[in-house]
């Protein structure tokens, strides 16, 4: 399977912050829906990781929150401040200037996470409930926040522990001796 290329689809401003390397073996993860400027890879089983749902895997994603996303996300938080803060020194509903990068790096964060979220669907994976399966951003997501422009997508790495969904993975068809067909999950 060919890497996908980033080039061109992320604009040239986030260079400011260099992505943490692709880590050294793995086993690429086909993705069950689009989801483009996502790759993901299976690191391998996590030792004494239990889930209910199947074997727990290390998985490694490299991934870009689109521009459109943070937008969207940075006007539905700069409306609720407005709505709900209250600023020494500024009229109610107002927002300061020196308020817009924590707004910018809160929208950025969100985007972020919405889009591990987006991946995890996407690759027909499920989830680790609690810490177990808690998705660790690689980059400095503070950094990415202070160098982030408005309109900007932003590419991130990051590693989480997951299982295959069972519902989500394709089905493989096996005919019998009789001639009946069998459809079971994937094993992975």
Same mark, same amino acid.
């Given at each position: ?8 689809? &992320? ?16 086993? +690429? ?17 996590? /030792?004494?990781?239990? !889930? ?10 490299? %991934?870009?929150? /689109? @521009?459109?996303?943070?937008? $969207? ?8 401040? @407005? $709505? ?11 927002? #300061? ?8 790096? *809160? %929208?950025?964060?969100?985007?972020? =996470? ?7 669907? %996407?690759?027909?994976?499920?989830? =680790? #409930? ?10 400095? =997501?503070?950094?990415?926040?202070? !160098? ?5 997508? &932003?590419?991130?790495?990051?590693? *989480? $522990?997951?299982?295959?969904? #069972? ?13 009946? &067909? +069998? ?6």
């Amino acid at each position: 399977m060919s890497k996908p290329s980033f080039s061109g689809r &992320v604009p040239l401003s986030l260079n400011a912050v260099e992505l943490i390397p692709e880590p050294e073996g793995g086993e +690429d993860v086909t993705a069950q829906q689009t989801l483009e400027g996502s790759r993901v890879k299976n690191m391998g089983e996590v /030792e004494g990781a239990k !889930s209910d749902d199947g074997t727990v895997y290390n998985f490694w994603i490299t %991934a870009t929150a /689109e @521009a459109a996303l943070i937008k $969207k996300l940075n006007t539905q938080v700069l409306k609720d401040a @407005a $709505k709900q803060a209250d600023f020494p020194g500024f009229r109610k509903g107002q927002v #300061p200037p020196y308020a817009m990068p924590q707004i910018r790096g *809160f %929208a950025v964060q969100e985007g972020i =996470i919405q889009t591990c979220q987006s991946v995890v669907t %996407a690759y027909g994976l499920k989830s =680790i #409930p609690g810490s177990d399966g808690e998705v660790e951003v690689l980059e400095n =997501i503070p950094e990415i926040a202070k !160098s982030f422009k408005l309109g900007d997508s &932003v590419q991130f790495t990051a590693t *989480f $522990k997951a299982v295959f969904d #069972p519902e989500k993975q394709p089905k493989v068809e096996e005919e019998t001796e009789d001639g009946v &067909v +069998d459809v079971e999950a994937e094993a992975v």
